[in-house]
């Protein structure tokens, strides 16, 4: 037999020209290998897909809401936006249920974490204040993962229904907050999808400029910010960000078309 041919041992094994080895075709490391891509494709999937949930949880303890609300267990509050003052203040609209215009007033500016509040008008069965105040912690977790605010907030009673739409990783930070200040916190619903089919192909300065705005309140309703004062906050001059605003919301409008056609 010629010097490094493979041979046929008894077993029926083949064999390296220095004698007996391992069996022919994927052993061991090759198994491990696809393993690890396999986990590798998984956490890719996971990373690129969003998860919509909405929570109810009790509020923290030393906000004016949760005072507010235990105190009158009737009345509905519902956040509309959020508007950054500086980085430990800001200013929202809540619509509060029942009572005449300003009835509510002097005793939401008792509380210690409001610090200024305007009656605006009656709305509906309700009216609306806009409240300057201190931020609870959440908004500081919020702003590091740099995650928008869902509005409105639905608060009654001492307990917040709060939506989130985050990536995987993003959403149990969340939630590990949310447990840390209520350990009976519910996920009343769950949803997992593709983040390319939630969300059209926004460049990078697209995305955050899209997070800024509705940080700030641009799409809530009615309006947290005019498009002047965002502009000012962003450092950007006005028509630059209108018209950013404008190819985003008709990205916007093709991706919900084109996933109407097709879904």
């Not at 077993?11 to 393993?35: A, D, H, K, V, Y």
């Not at 204040?129 to 605010?149: D, G, M, S, V």
């Amino acid at each position: 037999m010629p010097r490094g041919a493979r041979r046929q041992s008894r077993n029926g094994r083949t064999t390296g020209p220095s004698g007996p080895g391992r069996p022919s075709g994927p052993g061991r490391g090759g198994t491990e290998e696809r393993l690890r891509r396999l986990r590798r494709a998984e956490d890719e999937a996971t990373s690129v897909r969003l998860i919509l949930a909405t929570m109810r949880l009790k509020m923290r303890r030393g906000t004016w809401t949760a005072a507010f609300t235990a105190r009158h267990p009737t009345l509905r509050i519902e956040a509309l936006n959020r508007t950054d003052v500086t980085t430990e203040i800001s200013v929202s609209d809540y619509w509060i249920s029942g009572g005449a215009p300003g009835e509510w007033a002097a005793e939401i500016a008792s509380y210690p974490d409001v610090l200024h509040v305007d009656s605006m008008a009656a709305l509906g069965d309700g009216c609306l204040y806009r409240l300057k105040y201190r931020n609870p912690p959440i908004i500081a977790l919020y702003r590091r993962l740099k995650l928008p605010l869902q509005f409105p907030l639905r608060m009654q009673g001492g307990v917040v229904t709060w939506e989130v739409v985050a990536r995987q990783n993003e959403f149990k930070a969340v939630l590990d907050y949310m447990r840390g200040a209520d350990a009976g916190v519910q996920i009343t619903s769950v949803r997992r999808r593709p983040l390319w089919s939630h969300l059209p192909a926004l460049t990078d300065a697209q995305h955050q400029l899209l997070t800024e705005a509705l940080s700030a309140g641009y799409f809530a309703v009615p309006r947290g910010i005019t498009l002047t004062d965002l502009a000012k906050k962003l450092d950007r001059s006005k028509s630059s960000v209108s018209v950013g605003i404008a190819l985003i919301e008709k990205k916007l409008v093709e991706s919900a078309l084109s996933a109407g056609t097709l879904g």
